[in-house]
């Protein structure tokens, strides 16, 4: 079992920065892979970053590419989202994931936390 707990989003303006940070427990952290998915008001759940086990391989999502930076730091027992330029498609309750693989699809995670609102005003 693992209990994920997001911390660090917040209202924000066009073009400012946020870093999301998610706090695991109950499970060596650095045995599951990480991730970020996030969810607007009518939309469907989206992929946003993964991270493998070890920190070596990351992915992240197109709409992301080039201003979102997922990390891990596995002594800390914790995941971040370095999110930069923001804008207001970017508004989402963004939920930090735990599974044992790498992977850009939902089910592919067993864990999931209780997500952090994030509002880009322009």
């Known amino acids: 079992q693992v209990q994920l707990v997001e911390s660090g989003g917040g209202l924000v303006q066009t073009g400012d920065s946020l870093r999301l940070s998610c706090a695991a427990s109950g499970q060596t952290f650095s045995s599951s892979a990480m991730g970020w998915f996030r969810q607007a008001p009518g939309k469907e759940r989206e992929f946003v970053a993964g991270i493998s086990r070890a920190g070596d391989t990351t992915s992240h999502a197109n709409s992301v590419k080039g201003r979102f930076t997922i990390s891990r730091d596995n002594a800390k027992s914790t995941v971040y989202l370095q999110m930069n330029n923001l804008n207001s498609e970017d508004t989402a309750v963004y939920y930090c994931?735990?599974?044992?693989?790498?992977?850009?699809?939902?089910?592919?995670?067993?864990?999931w936390g209780q997500g952090t609102q994030v509002t880009v005003s322009s």
């Open positions: 994931v735990a599974g044992r693989t790498l992977s850009g699809y939902y089910y592919a995670y067993d864990y």
